[in-house]
């Protein structure tokens, strides 16, 4: 498994007419995008090398999968031999269907594949070619409710969890179920956060606002970089604040460091970043109340008075209003997000 900031991971996504359109391009997306777009949106370094993803098939030729959609394959399995993540979208397949001969190529591959060290995963139906290849064979395993009956009939040795909606299973969790179509959501993340790390996987939940949305877009939301400019003053002023963000007073502390006089660096200041001073150091404090709250265990008040607030009142006030949510809301959301659990057994 590819360590965060080396090399990144081979994602191969299995494509057959029977998949989704709708689950395999959301996948391709999103862990395609993983460890960059929100570089490219908050100006933050990268925490992960992202990862190097296909869409493979048994043939390169064109073809169209479920609802007409059409699929480019970028390899073939026999030229991809080797993966560290392989990925079954969702199958459209009738609650009835019989397995018997169905993906022979297939389901050889990811055999093949889970041999080799690969971690194999699958969405809702997905799960039925995972089956099929005995990978799932004396493990916990869930699928979509609706096939629960298939199971029953055609691999009576899966332990199924219909329960659940992402189980992890075998030796290192290298076989991963998950439940009906969407939870191919809590898979990417529960993945990401497996090759890449909790940070990204977070990161990943923001930008795609993966997770409860009934509470709008603000619990998702991050400070976009302040605009490019040529103002060394102000760029001196902001490099101070990026380390005394938590200073009594910094605006007057800035002001005091520019040389000006407070109407005309304020004015400055806004011209040079977009922001007004005040905005600019609250949007700062609340990024790094966001960072504690999710990964320490602090009390809100400690977080508080570490990012520059004495009344933690007034600092529950402020939080809620730039995120929609309270702070305890906002650690119950992210806290768990992208935590790699490992199985032990099955």
Not at 17 to 34: I, K, N, Q, R
Not at 67 to 92: C, I, K, N
Not at 136 to 143: E, Y
């Amino acid at each position: 498994m590819a360590e965060i900031l080396g090399e990144a991971p081979r994602v191969s996504l299995l494509a057959l007419p029977e998949s989704a359109g709708s689950v395999l391009y959301g996948l391709y997306d999103v862990f395609t995008m993983a460890g960059h777009l929100w570089s490219e949106i908050t100006g933050e370094p990268e925490s992960s090398a992202g990862f190097s993803v296909e869409i493979v098939a048994p043939s390169s030729q064109l073809f169209r999968c479920f609802g007409g959609v059409p699929v480019a394959p970028q390899a073939t399995l026999a030229e991809r031999p080797a993966s560290d993540l392989v990925l079954v979208p969702d199958f459209a397949i009738p609650t009835d269907f019989d397995p018997a001969g169905c993906w022979p190529e297939a389901v050889a591959w990811v055999q093949g594949q889970h041999a080799a060290g690969a971690t194999i995963a699958s969405v809702c139906s997905g799960s039925v070619l995972l089956a099929k290849a005995g990978l799932l064979d004396g493990l916990r395993a869930t699928t979509h409710w609706a096939y629960e009956d298939l199971f029953r009939r055609h691999f009576p040795q899966v332990s199924l969890c219909l329960n659940e909606v992402l189980v992890p299973a075998g030796p290192a969790g290298r076989i991963v179920t998950s439940g009906g179509a969407t939870s191919w959501e809590d898979l990417a993340l529960h993945l990401i956060g497996r090759f890449c790390g909790e940070v990204e996987a977070r990161r990943v939940a923001k930008v795609f606002l993966i997770g409860d949305r009934s509470e709008g877009q603000l619990p998702y939301a991050a400070w976009a970089r302040p605009r490019r400019h040529d103002d060394r003053v102000i760029a001196d002023c902001q490099e101070w604040i990026a380390d005394h963000y938590a200073a009594p007073n910094p605006v007057t502390r800035m002001v005091e460091r520019s040389g000006m006089p407070e109407r005309s660096f304020k004015r400055r200041f806004r011209t040079a970043t977009g922001f007004a001073p005040v905005v600019y150091v609250q949007a700062l404090r609340m990024e790094e109340a966001k960072q504690q709250l999710e990964t320490t265990d602090w009390p809100t008040d400690q977080i508080a008075a570490a990012v520059g607030y004495e009344d933690p009142a007034f600092f529950r006030r402020l939080f809620k209003r730039h995120t929609g949510v309270t702070p305890a809301r906002y650690r119950q959301r992210y806290r768990g997000v992208g935590k790699a659990f490992v199985a032990t057994g099955g």
